[in-house]
């Protein structure tokens, strides 16, 4: 009786320059113990140097490889057809005034976009008017109201993104990171079309 063996392949993984890529490290297999193992560390792909920083492997290209080494086994695909290999050339920690430069100019930028916004909307006229309504005196700069507001929108920010650090408030994705699963797809959809061998009619044969 052929052994079936399922394979699902890893979306996406991560791995260092000039490794040998094996089975397990793209696929997850199910199968009984003693063939899983021999499977798992089968030898798939060699990352060398002509590769930049980015491998799609087929399953296609896989089964066919394992079919050739054991045409004992039935293999059979559960799930997604390829994986994306990312590989990591440099493995150095970031340097720390890059780290800087980047959250200072995220940080100009983002004060910028907020006084525009204040100035677009008159955010201070509408301050005034609302101290003048409660009061009914006239004050330039109504510290009551604009003090709570400031605070109110650093706490409405930490809300929005749904983090404080490395904390999250709870497990709803924030906006933001819908947007970047989103893009993230979108990416990994050009790159399956674009990166595919299967593809590229250079590689065929």
Do not use: C
Request: aromatic share 12%; net charge neutral.
């Amino acid at each position: 009786m052929t052994t079936i063996v399922y394979l699902r392949m890893k979306k996406n993984i991560e791995l260092s320059y000039l490794k040998a890529v094996k089975l397990k490290d793209i696929a997850l297999v199910a199968t009984s113990e003693d063939v899983k193992k021999t499977l798992e560390n089968t030898s798939i792909y060699q990352i060398s140097k002509k590769d930049n920083n980015i491998v799609v492997i087929d399953s296609f290209l896989v089964i066919k490889h394992l079919n050739k080494m054991h045409p004992d086994l039935e293999f059979q695909l559960v799930g997604p057809t390829q994986t994306i290999i990312r590989i990591n050339k440099n493995n150095k920690a970031p340097s720390v005034l890059k780290v800087a430069f980047v959250w200072l100019l995220l940080f100009i930028g983002t004060a910028m976009t907020i006084m525009n916004f204040h100035y677009d909307v008159s955010m201070q006229e509408v301050q005034q008017k609302i101290h003048y309504l409660f009061t009914g005196e006239q004050n330039e700069f109504p510290l009551w109201i604009q003090i709570p507001y400031s605070f109110g929108l650093g706490m409405g920010m930490l809300l929005f993104f749904n983090h404080w650090f490395k904390k999250r408030f709870n497990e709803e994705p924030s906006p933001l990171e819908v947007e970047l699963f989103n893009y993230q797809q979108d990416l990994d959809h050009y790159i399956h079309h674009h990166e595919n061998r299967l593809n590229d009619n250079q590689h065929h044969h």
